[in-house]
């Protein structure tokens, strides 16, 4: 249910600020050569792990929010560039998907007339024809630290990388080598191994390296499957299934007529991250909310962005509602199927309090107070 002061010029006016202040995508020179180093990374890394003979590339997918055109810049003088690339390794036809659950989860099992792969054998579950995921990301893990990255420092003569970094938790901290003023450390990042690369002893931006299987591997009709636990920490062998590609194309083109459905998400993105009882909400229940606005709503002028900020949070909230949102992708996959039900009706509560008060003055002086929050931050920051 739309509220009248959901398109009031003051309230269209204090979103645009939130907006402008806490929600705005990174630009500039600093992308573009953030860019063009990603693409010195990805061809040595696929060169040195074909040579350990146990991870063929098959190619490199990108996806993520800053392909996307969502990602939010963390402060003026902190782009927080961030690069998720998928690699897609050879295999996966020779992989079919068995025992799939509502939370997106399956296990990968080995065609009769698989070809014998090492990578394969080395990851297989003992007595099955099982591919284990954490099996395959801790070899994966092993053989990027295998690649020798400071031999990097050969392919960055004539630019101002001075420093190389892989880094997660403290306590797996390795460093194995030293080169000239670059310096290299591997650690687990959830299912990726995170690289931070450091320009001039300031952080440059971040390249989040994932293994995935395409079991199908005809281009536009991938089935992806990346190697991310259920838990923190665990065994399990079970692959998630990812429509990070559908959801890249699904954004490709989104805002040609000049609209403001990227800008809504960049601002619900900010405003889940400024509320504690928000903040267990992911980007993936983020871009779900915004997807089925937009089969709802047809026009999404800039004139229209608070309507639709407010009927996207709507969407998320009829959703909490009935403690289910089916994946955009695939509606048999359930998003909140891991997540307390208290946890969701807490939000869904304070959701609701908020877009359908009698007046705006509250949700106001939320977002207000949340551009005076960032303001500070940022403030103190540029002291320090």
């Known amino acids: 249910m739309s509220k009248e002061w959901h398109k009031s010029e003051e309230f269209q006016r204090c979103c645009r600020e939130f907006h402008d202040a ?30 350990q003979r146990i991870f063929e590339l098959k190619r490199y997918e990108h996806r993520g929010s800053t392909y996307e055109g969502v990602k939010i810049a963390k402060s003026p003088t902190d782009q927080d560039l961030e690069f998720d690339v998928m690699f897609v390794m050879t295999g996966g036809r020779d992989l079919e998907c068995h025992d799939m659950g509502l939370d997106g989860f399956a296990k990968l099992k080995l065609k ?22 954490i099996k395959t990301k801790n070899l994966f893990y092993s ?7 400071k031999e990097f420092k050969e392919d960055f003569k004539g630019t101002d990388i001075t420093c190389i970094v892989v880094e997660s938790k403290p306590a797996k901290y390795r460093e194995d080598f030293k080169g000239d003023g670059l310096t290299c450390r591997l650690f ?25 299987f395409d ?9 992806m499957y990346v190697s991310k636990a259920k838990k923190k920490g665990s065994n399990d062998i079970q692959w998630l299934r990812s429509y ?23 601002t619900m993105k900010a405003f889940v991250k400024s509320r504690a009882e928000l903040s267990w909400l992911t980007s993936q229940h983020l871009k779900t909310a915004l997807f089925r606005t937009i089969d709802a709503q047809q026009s999404w002028k800039q004139e229209e962005f608070s309507q639709r900020f407010m009927d996207t949070l709507g969407t998320l909230e009829e959703c909490l509602d009935k403690r289910t949102m089916p994946s955009y992708f695939q509606p048999g996959t359930d998003l909140f199927e891991n997540y307390k039900e208290e946890t969701m009706e807490a939000t869904t509560c304070r959701s609701r309090r908020l877009r359908l008060s009698n007046n705006c003055q509250s949700m106001m002086k939320l977002l207000s107070s949340s551009i005076n929050k960032w303001k500070a931050d ?3 920051s540029q002291i320090v």
């Open 188 to 212: 687990d990042h959830g299912p990726a191994i995170k690289v931070v690369v450091y320009r001039d002893q300031d952080k440059f931006f971040t390249l989040d390296l994932a293994p995935h």
């Open 215 to 223: 079991l199908n591997g005809e281009p536009g009709k991938e089935e």
């Open 112 to 133: 009769s007339n698989a070809k014998p792969r090492e990578l394969f054998q080395k990851t297989k579950e003992k007595d099955t024809s099982y591919i284990s995921a």
């Open 143 to 149: 053989h990027l630290d295998g690649c020798k990255l």
């Open 244 to 266: 990070s590609l559908d959801e890249k194309r699904k954004f490709d083109g989104m805002d040609r007529d000049n609209g403001c459905r990227k800008m809504v998400l960049r």
């Open 22 to 51: 806490c929600a705005r995508q990174p630009c500039g020179k600093n992308v573009d050569e953030a860019k063009e180093v990603l693409e010195l990374i990805k061809p040595y890394i696929a060169e040195k792990m074909a040579g």
């Open 378 to 380: 940022n403030s103190v």
